[in-house]
């Protein structure tokens, strides 16, 4: 796998080695273990899907953490983004909207012994307005438009991930709050299932 991320990118060692050693197999069923370390997303049930490892890696690169970060994730699904996110900030807040989803990740976060992740069930859309801010929002579905009540979650300096574009096919954006507003990068091609809720797609 590690080939494969330094070909698509991946330059920052840290995420390098929390991608070795966070093990994949464990979000998937076991039907899937087989398939589990190649570079291609998986179902997970619930019409969801774990993201590919690449696409993984490389919001997590982009977030740029160094340790100390308190990172909201919009999209809980296997888990596996935040427990790669938790292994690299301080602390990880995930928000799921499928319940199912969402009781399976909280007990296999505690079964795993992610103890620095905090679930919630719920429209991610509004974000997490009683934990705000935070230093970076990674959004792990696409948006119809960029998420501006999210942006308004991030401190100074934070950044925030986000996927946006129609229903097959998004651009990723790096959002950057500065004391003067925000920037905005696009970060290339991306494909993501809708994010569903008050600010993003109907259904
Ligand atoms: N981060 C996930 C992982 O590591 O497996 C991949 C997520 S999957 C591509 C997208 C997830 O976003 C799905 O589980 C979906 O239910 C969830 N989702 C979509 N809209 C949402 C919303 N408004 N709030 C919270 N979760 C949402």
Partial sequence: MLTTLQKGGIS??????????????LF?????????????PLPIGESQTISQPLTVALMT???????????????TGSGYQAAVLSQLA???YTIERI?????????LFDDLGYFNIVTR?????KGWHTEA?????????????????????????????????????????RITRTPEGFTQENLGPCRFVKLIGENGWNA
Avoid: C
């Fill in 121 to 125: 069930y719920g429209d991610g859309t």
């Fill in 12 to 25: 920052d060692a840290s995420v390098l080695t929390v991608m070795k050693s966070t093990p994949r197999h």
């Fill in 90 to 92: 301080y602390k990880v």
């Fill in 133 to 173: 801010p935070f230093d970076g929002i990674i959004v792990t579905a696409g948006a119809p438009v960029l998420p501006e009540v999210l942006a308004l979650q991030l401190a100074i300096g934070g950044r925030m991930i986000v996927p946006v574009g129609g229903a097959d096919a998004q651009q990723m954006y």
């Fill in 61 to 75: 690169q982009a977030l740029e953490l160094n340790g100390e970060e308190r990172v909201l994730e919009i999209g």
């Fill in 99 to 107: 319940r199912p989803l969402y009781l399976r990740t909280r007990k």
């Fill in 28 to 40: 998937v069923s076991e039907a899937l273990w087989p398939k589990a370390y190649g570079d291609h």
